[in-house]
T-cell receptor, first 114, second 113 residues
Framework: DVKVTQSSRYLVKRTGEKVFLECVQD?????MFWYRQDPGLGLRLIYF???????EKGDIPEGYSVSREKKERFSLILESASTNQTSMYLC?????????????FGDGTRLSIL | LAKTTQPISMDSYEGQEVNITCSHN???????ITWYQQFPSQGPRFIIQ???TKVTNEVASLFIPADRKSSTLSLPRVSLSDTAVYYC??????????????FGKGTKLSVIP
């Protein structure tokens, strides 16, 4: 079965820290995504990667960067964490092609920045 | 970029049919319409997808009118376990950085015994 694994379910960090969120998929999918989910705002795309070392900005990339050195792994980096980045972060993957390839999500990382 | 609008919440009794509508007035020609279900503390899960007319699977049906400016997710005979948030996703991507995907804000469905 399809599996997307996020390294932590809960994470607490301090303002100004550099934070790494890791995501691994075992389906050999080309596309990987990072979203954040906030009450009343739904899912918002942060970054998207369609191949190793390739990335594209989503709707809210400010304050974030990503890394995809291997096909199965997609990392989200908060360069200098701030309290407004406290949120649920969701990783997803899908096969290449048009959007008729469904996205498979991990169970999320709830990140708190103090 | 297609913007989507869904009701914030809906209530239904067990055994009833539930219809959740998503509006996407500026949907593009190549856009697909996809619905996801999300339970608390879990990531969204794919339910159904369509491009036009009607699609049915073992879980739900999706109705898309000819102008494709809206879509309706239909859940037959809901049970308590269908209590979740339902998201509509509209858009298209074809790799190489070409993407236009927008999630709706979700509809919280509460099924009442």
């Amino acid at each position: 079965d399809v599996k997307v694994t996020q390294s932590s379910r809960y994470l607490v960090k301090r303002t100004g820290e550099k934070v790494f969120l890791e995501c691994v998929q075992d389906m050999d999918h080309e596309n990987m995504f990072w979203y954040r989910q906030d009450p009343g705002l739904g899912l918002r795309l942060i970054y998207f990667s369609y191949d190793v070392k390739m990335k594209e900005k989503g709707d809210i990339p400010e304050g974030y960067s990503v890394s995809r050195e291997k096909k199965e792994r997609f990392s989200l980096i908060l360069e200098s964490a701030s309290t407004n980045q406290t949120s649920m972060y969701l990783c997803a993957s899908s096969l290449a092609g048009r959007s008729n390839q469904p996205q498979h999500f991990g169970d999320g990382t709830r990140l708190s920045i103090l | 970029l297609a913007k989507t609008t869904q009701p914030i919440s809906m209530d239904s009794y067990e055994g009833q049919e539930v219809n959740i509508t998503c509006s996407h007035n500026n949907i593009a020609t190549n856009d697909y319409i996809t619905w996801y279900q999300q339970f608390p503390s879990q990531g969204p899960r794919f339910i159904i997808q369509g491009y036009k007319t009607k699609v049915t699977n073992e879980v739900a049906s999706l109705f898309i009118p000819a102008d494709r400016k809206s879509s309706t997710l239909s859940l037959p005979r809901v049970s308590l376990s269908d209590t979740a948030v339902y998201y509509c996703l509209v858009g298209d991507y074809s790799g190489a950085g070409s993407y236009q995907l927008t999630f709706g804000k979700g509809t919280k469905l509460s099924v009442i015994p």
